[in-house]
């Protein structure tokens, strides 16, 4: 346990990061936010569009947690780099490989 220990500090002092690394960026918390205050866009459609979980919004967005979202006016617009809108088409087909279950289509052999 001391050896544990005293590895973990260690790394610590070298200013290593420890533990499972942050699922959203800053940046894709505001673009969520900038996201959320249009109409159009649902908690699962940003979710989607970031490529987390909508608990991860929930988790990161605690401003949503009372079920209110947020208006326009308490977040500023979009920067310039900042989708303004998202925009989500009809699903993609799906490749014909993708999902099949069988390894012989995609050419890897079965273990």
């Given amino acids: 346990m001391e050896g544990t220990r005293e590895g973990l500090d260690a790394a610590r002092a070298r200013g290593q990061r420890l533990g499972r690394p942050p699922a959203m960026t800053g940046e894709q918390v505001r673009q969520a936010r900038d996201l959320l205050t249009l109409p159009g866009n649902s908690i699962a459609s940003i979710a989607r569009l970031l490529g987390v979980s909508r608990s991860t919004i929930y988790k990161y967005l605690p401003e949503l947690a ?16 900042l989708a303004a809108r998202l925009a989500i088409t009809a699903p993609q087909p799906a490749r014909p490989d ?8 995609s050419g890897r052999a079965a273990v």
């Fill in 66 to 81: 009372d079920g209110h979202r947020p208006a326009a006016a308490q977040i500023p617009p979009p920067g310039p780099r």
């Fill in 98 to 105: 993708a999902g099949s279950g069988d390894n012989a289509a």
